[in-house]
């Protein structure tokens, strides 16, 4: 063997070591805008941690949350990182599927979580996931059309003056629809919007003893007034529009409001893409003078599930991509008004973050107005603000969101549709075993 020879190898048996001994994390993600641009700037990551590397699993929300859940449930250890929501969290963590995050590092500020965020993230004061991007609900509306029919939206309004408002905006002969709401059955589809909604009429999905209630009179109310409601002023065919469906609607000008998720702002505020950015404004979810506004609360998060067998190195890219300096690399590459919303105080309070966010305010209002551990006018066992936090609500959640829809589809009347709510509830409750 030459000396060349022999050199050559070690230097190849030394890059082999090297690269044997970085540990590679397997970050599984949805497949949105924000966290396509987290991938895009994980060379920050890896840069300040060279013994790390970072493969990512990028799917579409539906796929995302079946594959992570098998993992999960069975400890299999495929993936060091989970992208999951609020309702996940608290389910998962009384279960031990998930570690407290408790080596975040000095720095992280874990205290500058927006409360709201953190609460529904947390279990007996423990955070288990932190929030990648938060959210609320609120109303998007036409000033235009608002002045037009002559009136002028409250910061905080009632169900009444929007539903009134929305019969006064409304013009089919201009196909401008007076108010656009999620139709589309599922339990992160129409139920998101009717259960927050359900809140502000002193609804709740089940009483202390986990009886269902839909056959009280606050669910009555709740169903009727939105059927009527979207039946006068909505558009055409909105038992099949969710996020959207009315995220087009209202950016082709065809909605004087939409009540949804606070992450649209920056969508119909942008020139790019809506016909009406010059012309919208802000206000909080309404309400009916109970306490409560019907508005949800919502994070997606990143996770370390109990599996992973790097649990170390994994805290360490949770820490990086929801701490502070994330918010200020995304503002240098892409302008504050792209970084990702609705988790940190900070935030709220930079000025540059406020200038560039004109929607920034009513945001943060929004999401401190909502609190999961007390969603409801009166007490319930459970936690979660448009969701109850517990295994059985995405399959009986879905189930009443397709009788809902049909309601307003107009193939039931709103009375069969809460019987048959009250009916599968009562049998998924029994069987679940949380009613005596």
Request: hydrophobic share 40%; charged share 20%.
């Given at each position: 063997?030459?000396?060349?020879?022999?050199?050559?190898?070690?230097?190849?048996?030394?890059?082999?070591?090297?690269?044997?001994?970085?540990?590679?994390?397997?970050?599984?993600?949805?497949?949105?805008?924000?966290?396509?641009?987290?991938?895009?700037?994980?060379?920050?990551?890896?840069?300040?941690?060279?013994?790390?590397?970072?493969?990512?699993?990028?799917?579409?929300?539906?796929?995302?949350?079946?594959?992570?859940?098998?993992?999960i449930?069975?400890?299999?250890?495929?993936?060091?990182?989970?992208?999951?929501?609020?309702?996940?969290?608290?389910?998962?963590?009384?279960?031990?599927?998930?570690?407290?995050?408790?080596?975040?590092?000095?720095?992280?500020d874990?205290?500058?979580i927006?409360?709201?965020?953190?609460?529904?993230?947390?279990?007996?004061?423990?955070?288990?996931?932190?929030?990648?991007?938060?959210?609320?609900?609120?109303?998007?509306?036409r000033?235009?059309?608002m002045?037009?029919?002559?009136?002028?939206?409250?910061?905080?309004?009632?169900?009444?003056?929007?539903?009134?408002?929305?019969?006064?905006?409304?013009?089919?002969?201009?196909?401008?629809?007076?108010?656009?709401?999620?139709?589309?059955?599922?339990?992160?589809?129409?139920?998101?919007?009717?259960?927050?909604?359900?809140?502000?009429?002193g609804?709740?999905?089940?009483?202390?003893?986990?009886?269902?209630?839909?056959?009280?009179?606050e669910?009555?109310?709740?169903?009727?007034?939105?059927?009527?409601?979207?039946?006068?002023?909505?558009?055409?065919?909105?038992?099949?529009?969710?996020?959207?469906?009315?995220?087009?609607?209202?950016q082709?000008?065809?909605?004087?409001?939409?009540?949804?998720?606070?992450?649209?702002?920056?969508?119909?505020?942008?020139?790019?893409?809506?016909?009406?950015?010059?012309?919208?404004?802000?206000?909080?979810?309404?309400?009916?003078?109970?306490?409560?506004?019907?508005n949800w609360?919502?994070?997606?998060?990143?996770?370390?599930?109990?599996?992973?067998?790097?649990?170390?190195?994994?805290?360490?890219?949770?820490?990086?991509?929801?701490?502070?300096?994330?918010?200020?690399?995304?503002?240098?590459?892409?302008?504050?008004?792209?970084?990702?919303?609705?988790?940190?105080?900070?935030?709220?309070?930079?000025?540059?973050?406020?200038?560039a966010a004109?929607?920034?305010?009513?945001?943060?209002?929004?999401?401190?107005?909502?609190?999961?551990?007390?969603?409801?006018?009166k007490?319930?066992?459970y936690?979660?603000?448009?969701?109850?936090?517990?295994?059985?609500?995405?399959?009986?959640?879905?189930?009443?969101?397709?009788l809902?829809?049909?309601?307003?589809?107009?193939?039931?009347?709103?009375?069969?549709?809460?019987?048959?709510?009250?009916?599968?509830?009562?049998?998924?409750?029994?069987?679940?075993?949380?009613?005596?």
């Amino acid at each position: 063997m030459t000396l060349k020879t022999f050199l050559l190898g070690a230097c190849s048996a030394l890059a082999l070591a090297g690269m044997a001994s970085a540990e590679t994390l397997t970050v599984a993600t949805v497949n949105n805008g924000d966290m396509i641009r987290m991938q895009k700037l994980t060379e920050d990551f890896t840069a300040k941690n060279p013994d790390i590397q970072v493969e990512w699993v990028t799917l579409e929300e539906n796929v995302l949350r079946e594959r992570v859940t098998t993992d999960i449930a069975t400890k299999g250890g495929q993936y060091d990182v989970m992208t999951i929501g609020t309702y996940e969290v608290p389910i998962w963590a009384k279960q031990n599927w998930l570690l407290p995050l408790d080596n975040l590092g000095a720095d992280y500020d874990a205290a500058d979580i927006i409360p709201a965020i953190a609460g529904g993230l947390s279990v007996d004061g423990k955070l288990y996931a932190a929030p990648f991007y938060g959210e609320s609900s609120f109303i998007m509306y036409r000033k235009d059309l608002m002045e037009k029919a002559g009136l002028t939206m409250p910061d905080a309004p009632t169900w009444d003056f929007v539903a009134d408002a929305a019969r006064k905006m409304t013009d089919r002969s201009a196909e401008i629809n007076g108010i656009c709401l999620r139709g589309k059955a599922g339990w992160g589809e129409n139920m998101a919007f009717l259960t927050a909604m359900s809140n502000s009429f002193g609804a709740r999905w089940f009483d202390e003893e986990w009886k269902p209630q839909f056959d009280q009179p606050e669910w009555k109310n709740t169903l009727q007034f939105y059927v009527d409601l979207m039946k006068d002023a909505g558009p055409v065919g909105a038992s099949s529009n969710g996020f959207n469906e009315n995220l087009a609607l209202f950016q082709q000008g065809k909605c004087g409001m939409w009540i949804d998720a606070t992450v649209a702002a920056s969508f119909v505020s942008n020139p790019k893409d809506s016909t009406v950015a010059d012309k919208v404004a802000y206000a909080l979810a309404p309400d009916t003078g109970l306490g409560k506004r019907g508005n949800w609360l919502w994070a997606w998060s990143l996770a370390v599930p109990a599996g992973t067998q790097k649990a170390e190195a994994a805290q360490k890219f949770v820490s990086w991509a929801t701490g502070k300096a994330y918010l200020e690399l995304v503002a240098s590459k892409e302008g504050w008004a792209n970084v990702p919303p609705g988790t940190r105080s900070s935030l709220y309070a930079n000025p540059e973050y406020q200038k560039a966010a004109p929607f920034a305010k009513m945001t943060l209002d929004s999401i401190n107005a909502a609190d999961p551990t007390k969603p409801t006018v009166k007490p319930v066992p459970y936690v979660g603000v448009q969701f109850v936090a517990i295994p059985e609500f995405q399959g009986l959640g879905t189930t009443v969101g397709q009788l809902f829809s049909a309601a307003l589809a107009g193939q039931m009347s709103v009375d069969e549709a809460l019987k048959q709510a009250q009916d599968v509830s009562t049998s998924t409750m029994t069987e679940g075993g949380y009613i005596k």
